[in-house]
């Protein structure tokens, strides 16, 4: 049987030195590709600086764009931070040295508009994005996320190491470039509507049934404007041509005029005759969506979701279509009148349509207010969240 040949300690040594010298040169490789990454980043950045500058220097000093009072102290500040010399701010923004020196004059007499911000935080969140951006940058570049974080808990803020990165990361919104956006404007097809009424969306859905005679399906008219649902109505069986003007007349009854446009899908009760004849007469422009393309009927499907994920469904597997008709007709006033939109900013489709302005609270004092939650119908599907204070 052969025997394991040992090597002897100074081979092991010599082994594990070019191991380590190794490990150390590819690390050493890695940090100065690294480096050469940075300074070529460094030397874009400062040519993309130097040519921005250029540009603003061949517009006459009056016709400037001018810094407002938050923009001036934030370029104080940064001046202070980086210990810069008047002359150095004055070329790197493009102004002049005189400027420069009355912008400290006005800082130092303390007057209000040099001081105040574009916009107050009008809520804890928006407090807390404003010190974490500011922290940022009066903070050394050493001091992490966890710091600043620490530094709001000091200030009496909750903000975690998380929210601090969420902030930090979040880049604003680049304007929109004209030019780009306009090859594809014929492209897409949006809905344009310019108040309430003036165009809806029709459409259709299945009601989940085990058992009774045939299916029950939902028609539903959705305003665009106020994302609100107009009007409702069940069926058994495939809805008809004539279910389907039926909901238009009530929908029409419920804006007080004839819609201007209305958009469906490519169901056969929306191509009969009898249905393209009554809009001629209403004077109602029709036109059909395409699924899965924006400017579509997906504002109805979201609310199909959103009706079979809050409406249990267990008294329509043996119900009727009058039973079915009327949890819908709840379902609709809650979903108007109470159930905040994203994207009506919170608001509900009611407030969008009556014209109604969100009512700012200050922070609630536990001791003075009470929050009170009920509910629409026998079930606990559908809230009413209310803030009411008390004695």
């Given at each position: 049987?052969?025997?394991?040949?040992?090597?002897?300690?100074?081979?092991?040594?010599?082994a594990?030195?070019s191991?380590?010298?190794?490990?150390k040169?590819?690390?050493?490789?890695?940090?100065?590709?690294r480096l050469a990454?940075?300074?070529?980043?460094?030397?874009?950045?400062?040519?993309?600086?130097s040519?921005?500058?250029?540009r603003?220097?061949?517009v006459?000093?009056?016709?400037?764009?001018?810094?407002?009072?938050?923009?001036?102290?934030?370029?104080?500040?940064?001046?202070?931070?980086?210990?810069l010399?008047?002359?150095d701010i004055?070329?790197?923004?493009?102004?002049?040295?005189t400027?420069?020196?009355?912008?400290?004059?006005?800082a130092?007499?303390?007057?209000?508009?040099?001081v105040?911000?574009?916009r107050?935080?009008?809520?804890?969140?928006?407090?807390?994005?404003?010190?974490t951006c500011l922290?940022?940058?009066?903070?050394?570049?050493?001091?992490?996320?966890?710091?600043?974080?620490?530094?709001?808990?000091?200030?009496?803020?909750?903000?975690?190491?998380?929210?601090?990165?969420?902030?930090?990361?979040?880049?604003?919104?680049?304007?929109?470039?004209?030019?780009?956006?306009?090859?594809?404007?014929g492209?897409v097809?949006?809905?344009?509507a310019k108040?309430?009424?003036?165009?809806?969306?029709?459409?259709?859905?299945?009601?989940?049934?085990a058992?009774?005679d045939g299916?029950?399906?939902?028609?539903?008219?959705?305003d665009?404007?106020s994302?609100?649902?107009?009007?409702?109505?069940?069926c058994?069986?495939?809805?008809?041509?004539?279910?389907?003007?039926?909901?238009?007349?009530?929908?029409?009854?419920?804006?007080?005029?004839?819609p201007?446009?209305?958009?469906?899908?490519?169901?056969?009760?929306?191509?009969s005759?009898?249905?393209?004849?009554?809009?001629?007469?209403?004077?109602?422009?029709?036109r059909y969506?395409?699924?899965?393309?924006?400017?579509?009927?997906?504002?109805?499907?979201?609310?199909?979701?959103?009706?079979k994920?809050?409406?249990?469904?267990?008294?329509?597997i043996?119900?009727s279509?009058?039973?079915?008709?009327?949890?819908?007709?709840?379902f609709?006033?809650?979903y108007?009148?109470e159930?905040?939109?994203?994207?009506?900013?919170g608001?509900?489709?009611?407030?969008?349509r009556?014209?109604?302005?969100?009512?700012t609270r200050v922070m609630?004092?536990?001791g003075?207010?009470?929050?009170?939650?009920?509910w629409v119908?026998?079930t606990?599907?559908?809230?009413?969240?209310?803030?009411r204070?008390?004695?």
């Amino acid at each position: 049987m052969p025997t394991r040949r040992h090597r002897p300690p100074v081979l092991r040594l010599l082994a594990a030195a070019s191991a380590y010298f190794v490990v150390k040169a590819r690390a050493f490789q890695s940090r100065r590709l690294r480096l050469a990454a940075l300074l070529a980043e460094n030397a874009r950045l400062r040519e993309l600086v130097s040519l921005l500058q250029a540009r603003l220097a061949a517009v006459p000093p009056p016709n400037r764009p001018r810094f407002n009072p938050w923009q001036r102290l934030r370029i104080l500040a940064f001046q202070v931070m980086h210990s810069l010399k008047v002359e150095d701010i004055a070329n790197a923004f493009s102004i002049t040295e005189t400027t420069v020196r009355r912008w400290w004059k006005d800082a130092r007499s303390a007057k209000p508009e040099v001081v105040r911000p574009p916009r107050t935080p009008g809520t804890k969140t928006g407090l807390i994005h404003e010190l974490t951006c500011l922290l940022r940058l009066a903070l050394p570049v050493s001091m992490g996320t966890r710091t600043i974080a620490g530094h709001l808990y000091r200030l009496g803020l909750a903000g975690s190491r998380s929210t601090v990165q969420r902030i930090l990361k979040k880049k604003p919104r680049p304007p929109d470039t004209p030019g780009v956006l306009d090859r594809f404007a014929g492209k897409v097809r949006r809905i344009n509507a310019k108040y309430f009424g003036h165009t809806v969306i029709l459409d259709f859905t299945q009601a989940p049934r085990a058992a009774g005679d045939g299916d029950l399906w939902i028609g539903g008219v959705l305003d665009v404007y106020s994302r609100s649902l107009v009007a409702t109505r069940a069926c058994k069986g495939q809805p008809t041509a004539k279910f389907a003007t039926r909901l238009l007349v009530d929908a029409t009854a419920a804006i007080g005029c004839a819609p201007k446009h209305s958009i469906s899908d490519q169901g056969v009760q929306f191509k009969s005759k009898r249905f393209k004849k009554w809009l001629k007469r209403r004077g109602i422009k029709h036109r059909y969506g395409a699924v899965g393309e924006h400017g579509s009927i997906a504002f109805l499907e979201r609310l199909w979701r959103t009706l079979k994920e809050n409406i249990p469904w267990t008294w329509c597997i043996f119900g009727s279509a009058f039973v079915l008709q009327s949890h819908v007709a709840g379902f609709r006033r809650w979903y108007n009148e109470e159930r905040p939109h994203s994207a009506l900013k919170g608001a509900a489709p009611d407030d969008i349509r009556i014209g109604r302005r969100r009512r700012t609270r200050v922070m609630p004092d536990t001791g003075k207010w009470k929050l009170t939650v009920n509910w629409v119908g026998a079930t606990r599907d559908l809230p009413i969240v209310r803030l009411r204070k008390v004695a």
